[in-house]
């Protein structure tokens, strides 16, 4: 009959042939490893009670812990801005984002976004680098444009550090918050206009008159029933009804050409429907 080894306390053997080396620290039982030879787990036993008694031990799970979220952060450190892109368009597109919006809003970002940022790693993005970068755009493209696409790159870092609507819970932020903090950036400026009317009456009739006789008609619904172009376009026989001698249009649907092909969607709100 083998004789069984004599193992001292805090030490156990696995079915493996491994010794596994255990103390009590704060109530509770920690493991700190598993060892080849009974003599190394003596010594990391031997190790840990004096790491309890001078105030250092650290539990392994904890460091096993801190190690990972070590990893974790070295991998986010490289992850660039293109990358987080990806991911951000195709949260757009499973959070229920109309088409349009999101071609609108890629074509935005691969335009006056990527070309700046795309390559660097979103975690060194800084509030200063958005300063800049805005200002710039700012100067080449004009108000207008600077405010519409920043909007589009402040929704994209929101995104990137788990602040935007919809997401899961269980997303793991690529940032800790947005650099996206120009002040007054969001802002609508709206510019000043003619109080006169773009077309007169007499304008719209003549214009009517002077296109090919297939468009005419969507010259008039235009001008007189305020009628978007993608909703002129989508416009059918069955649209136009009769009631008590009136005619009526129903507006309940457009056009859409922004991505691949043309298709039908919704008006652009539900004041659209009319």
Same mark, same amino acid.
């Given at each position: 009959?083998?004789?069984?080894?004599?193992?001292?306390?805090?030490?156990?053997?696995?079915?493996? @042939?491994?010794?596994?080396?255990?103390?009590?620290?704060?109530?509770?039982?920690?493991?700190? @490893?598993?060892?080849?030879?009974?003599?190394?787990?003596?010594?990391?036993? /031997?190790?840990?009670?004096?790491?309890?008694?001078?105030?250092?031990?650290?539990?392994?799970?904890?460091?096993?812990?801190?190690?990972?979220?070590?990893?974790?952060?070295?991998?986010?450190?490289? /992850?660039?801005?293109?990358?987080?892109?990806?991911?951000?368009?195709?949260?757009?597109?499973?959070?229920?984002?109309?088409?349009?919006?999101?071609?609108?809003?890629?074509?935005?970002?691969?335009?006056?976004?990527?070309?700046?940022?795309?390559?660097?790693?979103?975690?060194?993005?800084?509030?200063?680098?958005?300063?800049?970068?805005?200002?710039?755009?700012?100067?080449?493209?004009?108000?207008?444009?600077?405010?519409?696409?920043?909007?589009?790159?402040?929704?994209?870092?929101?995104?990137?550090?788990?602040?935007?609507?919809?997401?899961?819970?269980?997303?793991?932020?690529?940032?800790?918050?947005?650099?996206?903090?120009?002040?007054?950036?969001?802002?609508?400026?709206?510019?000043?206009?003619?109080?006169?009317?773009?077309?007169?009456?007499?304008?719209?009739?003549?214009?009517?008159?002077?296109?090919?006789?297939?468009?005419?008609?969507?010259?008039?619904?235009?001008?007189?029933?305020? /009628?978007?172009?993608?909703?002129?376009?989508?416009?059918?026989?069955?649209?136009?009804?009769?009631?008590? @001698?009136?005619?009526?249009?129903?507006?309940?649907?457009?056009?859409?050409?922004?991505?691949?092909?043309?298709?039908?969607?919704?008006?652009?709100?539900?004041? @659209?429907?009319?």
């Amino acid at each position: 009959m083998a004789k069984t080894e004599k193992l001292p306390q805090g030490i156990n053997k696995t079915p493996k @042939g491994r010794y596994r080396a255990r103390v009590y620290y704060q109530g509770r039982q920690q493991s700190i @490893g598993q060892f080849d030879t009974l003599t190394d787990a003596k010594a990391g036993l /031997v190790n840990a009670k004096s790491d309890i008694a001078r105030g250092v031990f650290v539990p392994m799970s904890t460091r096993k812990a801190q190690e990972r979220e070590q990893v974790q952060e070295q991998e986010r450190s490289t /992850v660039t801005v293109d990358h987080v892109a990806e991911k951000y368009f195709a949260f757009l597109e499973t959070s229920g984002k109309a088409r349009g919006t999101i071609y609108t809003y890629e074509s935005r970002f691969r335009s006056h976004v990527a070309p700046t940022f795309s390559h660097r790693p979103i975690a060194e993005i800084t509030v200063k680098d958005i300063e800049d970068w805005f200002t710039k755009l700012t100067e080449t493209k004009g108000r207008g444009v600077a405010r519409s696409v920043y909007l589009t790159a402040s929704a994209f870092f929101n995104y990137a550090a788990g602040d935007a609507r919809g997401q899961s819970s269980a997303f793991e932020p690529y940032i800790e918050t947005s650099p996206c903090k120009v002040s007054g950036a969001a802002k609508h400026r709206p510019a000043h206009r003619d109080s006169e009317p773009v077309a007169t009456v007499e304008q719209l009739t003549f214009i009517a008159d002077h296109v090919p006789p297939q468009y005419r008609l969507a010259i008039l619904f235009s001008g007189w029933c305020a /009628v978007r172009l993608g909703e002129g376009l989508a416009l059918k026989r069955s649209d136009l009804t009769d009631v008590n @001698g009136q005619l009526w249009l129903n507006i309940s649907r457009q056009v859409q050409a922004r991505g691949k092909g043309l298709y039908e969607t919704e008006p652009k709100s539900e004041a @659209g429907v009319r």
